[in-house]
């Protein structure tokens, strides 16, 4: 493995993470990262080094993602908590909170989830989000401030820290 | 001190993600000291993300599954991989004219485009095209001419190569990413043949709609053949008579993708013998 190989293969558990997220299905979300890994080992010469090769990666994912968005158009997924192996309970919120929140972010537009997740999960800057999605900057704020107050406007102020339970 | 006076939304996402430099971040937290409202809104949009992260975020504390682990072991990946080959949910357009130019639609990864609006376009655009003015290339680095090649694949997920028509006696003068006539984006690839007649070939992204072979028709005088390979769809305008056409379709069909080609190859003038090539292939 060389190291462009090498730098691919460190970021498949984040691919991992926003593939579940995009399409909250975990087989086709391997799918999607699957897809994306083959691609970016074909194509490693196109990264020019420029940029992290995090966003370039996650560029392949949601082109490879919505090139096949409309093939599952008739296959609306919801998140479900139990299809996401948490190995222990979220530390500050509860069961209940993380499902209302899994609610509300499937309801919101795709293109709003989309950007809200590669910022918020995904931990890119408005200009990287920018690039993996091809749309200007400004875009990205918009869609992030709609997506907000629309998570606002869902009541989802309940979303309180919960003490810390240990469960064994 | 009113120095977070202007202080707008913008600021405020600035500051829930983590954005701002220090001194914006400093006169974020004195305004929302004095606006407990926004600093209600701010604390549950952070508690949000908080919770965005929790639901998603152990994915990435899993194990590798064994057929993602195994992408790197595996020699070359798979040319076209299951899932685009199940799929095909995307298309490029070819235009090509003689003498220059054509059009297509919107580059729209999301709107659905049909092949009569396409064909209509290109064939329009090809008309025009002849009282257009193209300035010779030289003849182009390979690293340019791969340029938008690369740019279409990026958006395709299809690997493609530079077509060779030299079969045709056409040799590529240039290769650029260019503007159509409504101003969305294609690769162009410039050809001239030793007659000194020009072709122009244009590829874009595009949704499909399947076609399972090859079809030819004269649209505003300008002969146009289209296509579909897998999860491609390609529309071709020449001034070339019909059998010319259908042989130089064929043949970029061919070569311009990275396949084995076939054991024997269709010549000029047998239209018959080509059309039996014109089944896309699986």
Known sequence: MDETEWLIAREAPGLRRYARALVRDRDRADDLVQECLERALRKQHLWQRTGSIRGWLLKILYNVHINLAKHHQNAPQTTSIEDISIAQPARQFGHLQLQEMARALDELPDLQRETLLLVVLEGLSYEEAACVLDVPVGTVRSRLSRARETLQSLNLAEVRPVALRRVK | ?282
Not at chain 2, 168 to 193: C, E, I, K, P, W
Not at chain 2, 217 to 244: F, I
């Open chain 2, 1 to 282: 001190m009113d120095d977070y006076d202007d202080i707008n939304d913008l600021d405020l996402h600035g500051y829930i993600d983590d954005r701002l430099d220090p001194p914006r971040r400093r006169a974020v937290e004195a305004y929302l000291d004095q606006h407990p409202d926004k600093a209600e809104w701010v604390r549950r949009c952070r508690l949000q993300s908080e919770a965005m992260r929790a639901i998603y975020g152990p994915v990435a504390e899993e194990p590798l599954p064994g057929r993602l682990a195994s992408v790197f072991k595996s020699g070359r990946p798979a040319r076209f991989p299951g899932l685009v080959r199940r799929m095909a949910p995307l298309a490029a357009t070819l235009l090509l004219g003689c003498g220059l130019g054509w059009s297509a639609g919107e580059f729209l990864p999301r709107a659905e485009a049909t092949t009569p609006v396409l064909r209509e376009s290109v064939s329009l655009a090809h008309t025009e095209a002849a009282r257009a003015i193209v300035a010779d290339h030289t003849a182009p680095s390979s690293e340019l001419v791969q340029r938008p090649i690369n740019w279409v694949e990026q958006a395709s997920m299809v690997d493609l190569q530079v077509p060779d028509l030299s079969r045709y006696r056409f040799s590529l003068m240039g290769s650029q990413v260019t503007a159509t006539t409504n101003r969305s984006q294609a690769a162009q690839l410039s050809y001239r043949d030793d007659q000194g007649r020009r072709l122009t070939l244009q590829i874009q992204p595009r949704l499909p709609e399947p076609d399972p072979e090859i079809v030819t028709e004269k649209r505003n005088d300008v002969r146009v053949a289209y296509w579909a390979d897998g999860p491609l769809m390609y529309v071709m305008a020449s001034d070339l008579p019909r059998d010319e056409t259908l042989a130089v379709a064929h043949g970029l069909n061919r070569s311009i993708r990275k396949m084995p080609p076939p054991e024997t190859e269709a010549e000029f003038g047998l239209a018959e013998r080509v059309r039996s090539f014109f089944q896309i292939r699986g």
